[in-house]
């Protein structure tokens, strides 16, 4: 459907001041999705002017209860207003955003679904369907803890560094400050969302040891399986791993994988290894030197943290959200952690 540009023009120079309060327009633009509103800033400079002057109230209304934009919303907080009064305000922008972190959760989620294969002597469709389920249901929480320790850890290291003038920061002071750091996000986390926010990094860390380490030790790439977890983007930094790791895949696709790995290990030595920042020298040897320094480990990401917020709770004996069947190692693996109890 098309219409003249001057119809177009008449018609909302005419409505727009024709209703006072815009009132039905900002109806519509609140039952529209937020695709369309962005694509209908573009019609005109007025139809820009009116979706921008009500943009909060709009994005507002776009959340609407049970609906995965408003669990992200609850998880991902909008920015702060540009008026300056503070308060956190959505604005198409933010929904954007929103809608990638989604995404990125959905793809890895397809990835993590090609990995686990229900029990083949059970009724296998609904078992697998339960698995992705957990990963589904705590996708965005395993996200919000990634993104958010990595944040506050940031902030203080900031704040330490202000401190300490000159000093260099000890690589213990930082550990220490990312453990509470972790702690602090997982207290606003309740049990159940504790035990499976925990199940599912335990699938998608052990999914990822798996297709990285197929022969036994599975942990051998465990410093690389740290760094993408400390990533900006750690889901990302998944699912482009999975993409380059599916048989067929492109040879060039693994090599430009490993070789931002490379960038994301130095990146992250400076960010958070602490002590000094890793010499340059013309030979381009003290990134492999400072690398032998510097050894993240897995625990040291959620689990640490996870073990001592479940004991506190007394949630040590829990039950697993389920029992999978992984053809690449040949065993059953809990969708579920060590301490998962079966009956
Ligand atoms: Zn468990």
Known sequence: MSYPVQALTAIHTKIIPVLPASVLIIDICC????????????????FKEFVDTNESTIATRWMVPGSYLALLSQLFY???SRIGDGIRRPTIQYFCGLEKRHITCSQLAYYLCDKAVAPINSDGAEEIDKAILIWLGFRYYVLHFLTYSRLRLEANKAAMAAESSDEPLAPGDLNSSYLSVQSSIITTFDNQTLIS??????????????SMSP?????????????ILRCQMPLNRCVEFFAADCPGAPRG??????QDMEGERADTEVRFGGGAAPRRSCSGH????SRRKWSPKVPEVWFEAAKVALAE??????????????PECSQELLIGCPGCKLK
């Open 197 to 210: 926010t925990h199940h599912a990094l335990h699938f998608l860390v052990n999914s990822i040891r798996l």
């Open 78 to 80: 909008p920015p702060k």
């Open 31 to 46: 039952r529209t999705d937020w695709r369309d509103v962005t694509r209908l800033r573009l019609v005109s400079r007025a």
């Open 253 to 258: 696709l693994r090599k430009q994988f490993m």
């Open 215 to 227: 022969e036994p030790p599975h942990k051998q790439n465990d410093e690389l399986v740290a760094i």
């Open 286 to 289: 003290s990134r492999e030197a």
């Open 313 to 326: 709770r007394g949630l040590q004996e829990h039950k697993p959200d389920g029992v999978y069947f992984f």
